[in-house]
């Protein structure tokens, strides 16, 4: 088996992996007043953000054009692989993965896993690395993904949004137009539940929402046998990651804790100065 492994652009990827040889990423559009954009191709997270405080429409997303994601594929097998990975952002969010599935066949002499990480970003960004990081080692495909499933079902991450307004019009917030009017003067605390984003807990400050997530971090990492590490990801708010990056560090002075961040898809849906915290098998 010659594995390569697929992922899209809302996956935050390592430095230590982004040039990784079996790694091949898939952009994902995103429009802004009009414009069409490929996320990592000519716009990155900087200029969306300046863009999106200055747009006069919410920006949209889209799933990659199926004919372009074939052709990578083809071109992937033309180097030799037979066998390809595709990890890919929650279904609950885009219907992507549900798309590769409707495809996987029509390769002939290609083997294609289509996989959903039932999140995205930084975890899912994990799931890559281990896809890799067992490949390297030899493991066979049944290995991978076993691998990749332990990540999955140990990731927990929840996220504080400075406004629903993105998620609700969007339609990724379950039961968001029902509940949105009475958090006009509340931080939600927001999870993934079975792929979907889920309104987890109402605070009334943005002060008391990341006391209330770190507290709700430090309970699974007591309630886990398994070594966890932690993450902090925002939306174009570096200050704010580095501040709740120190504070872990503080009280987990031994675990993984990296700062990632959401890129233009998924800042489309939480809007800027998001932050997440969250914790993942090692």
Known sequence: MKLAIVTDSSAYLNE??????DLFIIPIPVVIDGQ???????????EFYRLLNQSQEFPTTSQPVLGEVISLYQDIQAKGYDTILSIHLSEGISGFVR????IKDEL???????YDSTITSVPMGYMVEKALELADQGNDLEEIIAGVDHIRDTTNAYIIVDDLNNLVRGGRL????AIIGGLLKIKPVL????????LYEKIRSLKKALQRTEEIIGQ???DSSAELRLYVIHANNLELAQVEFNKLKQQYPEAIIEIGSFGPVIGTHLGDKAIALGVAAV
Do not use: C, M, S, W
């Open 220 to 222: 699974h990492r007591q």
């Open 174 to 177: 379950t039961n968001g137009a």
């Open 36 to 46: 069409p954009f490929e996320e990592g191709v000519n716009i990155h997270e900087d």
């Open 191 to 198: 999870t993934f539940t079975d792929g979907k984003i889920v």
């Open 108 to 114: 002939e002499g290609l083997t294609i896993v289509p």
């Open 99 to 102: 798309t590769l599935h409707t």
């Open 16 to 21: 230590r992996i982004k040039d990784h040889k």
